[in-house]
């Protein structure tokens, strides 16, 4: 059962169901709660027995109030609506305090705009832009140095490019790759041909980010979003299984190369 604090919005919509269903109906309770839409929630959370011992635990609550505070109008009405009642009128609190802070927030953004437009802000701004661009300029100096450790010539590269392509192959002969196949036009794209792919987590990127792409602007249900769907889950798969055995071989390589040092140690020390 989980100790996470109610909210006083999912407190109201329990007493709400409560008042509806009735006090011994936890089931059809606890499934209202579960596919409330303004609720967001692990689908375990709003069990029967959670619902109903935050409910009594709100009853006890209640009852523990002194008994001044409450109208003989209330008093009379059942517990559950005054419940319901109660959580009503905290819930108005809440959403007055959250529209209260959105409008502290819109009126401080305004003020900086207002800044912004009469010049205060442009000695912040200029060190701001520059600090940007030494960003920038470090990042690429870190991705230059990473090529030049992983050139053309280097043998390890050398073994990734064969091993990507390979894998590549293995995803384009998918049934439905022909339809992902084509390549795009230098004019749509005029820097595509010059992006390099240096990196099995960069190859994955882009992978998955065609097909998804091709998810998200074709409706669900048409061939195509069928095709890119399955084409999807198999190049998952097959990435997942070349990451996995590409692990395995670096370790197996560094397996290797230690008991090979070990053996020129030994070998070292017999000769002394």
């Given at each position: 059962?989980s ?75 059942p ?81 990734w490019?064969?091993?990507i ?13 022909t ?19 240096n ?19 074709n ?15 198999d ?21 290797r ?16």
């Open positions: 059962m100790t996470t604090e109610w909210t006083i919005l999912e407190k109201l919509l329990l007493s709400q169901a409560v008042y509806k269903y009735g006090e011994d109906n936890w089931f059809q309770i606890a499934r209202n709660l579960k596919h409330h839409a303004l609720l967001d929630r692990p689908s375990d959370y709003f069990n029967q027995k959670n619902c109903s011992l935050q409910y009594y635990l709100m009853i006890e609550d209640m009852d523990k109030e002194k008994r001044q505070q409450q109208s003989l109008t209330t008093q009379d009405m517990v559950v609506v005054r419940l319901a009642r109660q959580l009503y009128t905290q819930r108005l609190e809440e959403l007055k305090k959250e529209i209260s802070e959105d409008e502290e927030k819109f009126l401080a953004l305004v003020s900086e705009i207002e800044e912004i437009r009469a010049g205060k802000w442009d000695n912040q701004l200029l060190k701001n832009s520059k600090e940007d661009i030494k960003k920038e300029d470090q990042s690429e100096e870190h991705l230059s140095d990473h090529s030049k450790k992983l050139s053309k010539e280097d043998p390890r590269h050398k073994s490019l064969k091993n392509n390979l894998l590549w192959r293995e995803i384009a002969n998918h049934k439905n790759g339809m992902f196949m084509n390549p795009i036009k230098e004019s749509i794209a005029p820097q595509y041909y010059d992006i390099l792919i990196t099995t987590t960069e190859f994955e990127r882009d992978v998955i980010l065609m097909l998804t792409n091709s998810l998200m602007y409706t669900e249900g048409t061939e195509v979003y069928q095709m890119a769907k399955e084409m999807l889950d190049a998952t798969e097959q990435i997942r299984i070349f990451k996995t055995a590409d692990e395995d071989t670096s370790a197996s390589t560094h397996t190369a230690a008991s090979m040092a070990a053996k020129e140690r030994k070998k070292s020390l017999a000769n002394e």
